[in-house]
């Protein structure tokens, strides 16, 4: 089983401010099948960037994904106060799929 | 545009059977991994069990949840189902049909209690 490990576990920031989150896989993730959702409280967890790297329909630009086989980081230009939420990262390229823990970003 | 929607009953006594269906709407299911993932209060996301047809069905489970679980589909109605037996506390949830990555249902809390 791939275990994806999110640093930090929580980010505090301001709105404008620049975050970065970080996903690391205990082995490769195959052809980076490697998504990163935003998920705000009472709702589904929505998909921004997938595989690794592209914005899905919908996602703003200030939204970037970069990395490869086993470190992958998810970068927000400019914080909005939507993007104040937790974050996961989740592996299908190998069964089970699996998420990681999760990084909240909240409100300096 | 795809939408999903789960349904089922909110409230399942322990050691009973926890059965929800997830309908597809705006779509066919085509060939998409049809999955079930959970979500216990205040954790992350648990990958349950997946589902496609391409000819054959081709099913994958979590192992860690494996001997309890079973998932199905029926095209003709563009449902897919799961089943997950013998329920304790601890998988009292928020449970989403997804179709992975992209499409998830709004999710429904199934809380495991007598």
């Known amino acids: 089983e791939i275990v994806l490990t999110q640093s930090p576990g929580t980010l505090s920031l301001s709105p404008g401010d620049r975050a970065t989150l970080s996903c690391r896989a205990s082995q490769s993730v195959y052809n980076n099948y490697l998504a990163w959702y935003r998920q705000k409280p009472g709702q589904a967890p929505r998909l921004l960037i997938y595989?690794?790297?592209n914005r899905a329909t919908g996602t703003p630009d200030r939204f970037s994904g970069s990395g490869s086989g086993t470190d992958f980081t998810l970068t927000i230009s400019r914080l909005e106060p939507e993007d104040f939420a937790v974050y996961y990262c989740q592996q299908h390229g190998s069964s089970p799929v699996t998420f990681g823990g999760g990084t909240k970003v909240e409100m300096k | 545009q795809l939408q999903l929607q789960e349904s089922g009953p909110r409230l399942v006594k322990p050691s009973e059977t926890l059965s929800l269906t997830c309908t597809v709407s705006g779509g066919s299911i085509g060939v998409n991994y049809c999955s079930w993932v959970r979500q216990p209060p205040g954790k992350e996301p648990e990958w349950i069990a997946h589902?496609?047809?391409?000819?054959?069905?081709?099913?994958d489970y979590n192992p860690s949840l494996k001997s309890r679980v079973t998932i199905s589909l029926d095209t003709s109605k563009n449902q897919f189902s799961l089943r997950l037996d013998s329920v304790t506390a601890a998988d009292t949830a928020v449970y989403y049909c997804?179709?992975?990555?992209?499409?998830w249902g709004q999710g429904t809390m199934v809380t495991v209690s007598s």
């Open positions: 997804a179709l992975i990555p992209s499409v």
């Open positions: 595989p690794a790297s």
């Open positions: 589902i496609s047809y391409s000819g054959n069905t081709k099913t």
